[in-house]
């Protein structure tokens, strides 16, 4: 039976029946740990690895943005035109900077694209939609961060 730190203080004990694969994990009081703390077998703790996360799924964390944050976003950024934004906002009309990114399109994802571009209440640093207006833009995925960390306060 191998056995294993599970902490620095020592407190907890990990034996591992290798057969088996059953873990039983052993603390001062448990039945066990008289028989077995004592051992000059026992595998130090090693504090488990975490790796950092890629910059995706940091993207997949930040929190969507309302269609609100969205238009003026675009409009702070110069992206779209104030009448634009509001027109955006109010019937969902595609400003003009992105409609050759949907005209791009084929049938029926322009369709689509259009159509999501219209309802959308949020809207998720990576939808694919994020994605075609960042293109339309000209913006990088560093400065479509700066967008999302900027403006979703607002």
Same mark, same amino acid.
């Given at each position: =039976? &191998?056995?294993?730190?599970?902490?620095?203080?020592?407190?907890?004990?990990?034996?591992?029946?290798?057969?088996?694969?059953?873990?039983?994990? %052993?603390?001062?009081?448990?039945?066990?740990?008289? #028989? !077995? %703390?004592?051992?000059?077998?026992?595998a130090p703790y090693a504090a488990p690895v975490v790796p950092e996360p890629t910059p995706e799924e940091?993207?997949?964390?930040?929190?969507?943005?309302?269609?609100? &944050?969205?238009?003026?976003?675009? !409009?702070?950024?110069?992206?779209?035109?104030?009448?634009?934004?509001?027109? #955006?906002?109010?019937?969902?009309?595609?400003?003009?900077?992105?409609?050759?990114?949907?005209?791009?399109?084929?049938?029926?994802? #322009?369709?689509?694209?259009?159509?999501?571009?219209?309802?959308? &209440?949020?809207?998720?640093?990576?939808?694919?939609?994020?994605? =075609?207006?960042?293109?339309?833009?000209?913006?990088?995925?560093? #400065?479509?961060?700066?967008?999302?960390?900027?403006?979703?306060? =607002?």
């Amino acid at each position: =039976m &191998q056995a294993e730190w599970r902490n620095t203080e020592k407190t907890i004990l990990a034996l591992i029946d290798e057969g088996a694969g059953h873990v039983v994990i %052993a603390e001062p009081g448990h039945p066990l740990w008289d #028989a !077995h %703390a004592g051992r000059s077998d026992i595998a130090p703790y090693a504090a488990p690895v975490v790796p950092e996360p890629t910059p995706e799924e940091i993207r997949a964390a930040l929190p969507p943005l309302s269609r609100r &944050q969205v238009f003026i976003a675009l !409009h702070r950024l110069g992206l779209i035109s104030a009448e634009e934004a509001v027109a #955006a906002a109010a019937t969902g009309a595609v400003p003009v900077a992105l409609e050759p990114v949907f005209a791009s399109l084929p049938e029926p994802e #322009a369709t689509d694209a259009r159509v999501t571009f219209a309802a959308f &209440q949020v809207a998720y640093r990576l939808d694919p939609l994020t994605a =075609m207006i960042a293109a339309a833009g000209g913006l990088d995925d560093d #400065a479509i961060d700066a967008v999302w960390t900027g403006f979703v306060s =607002m």
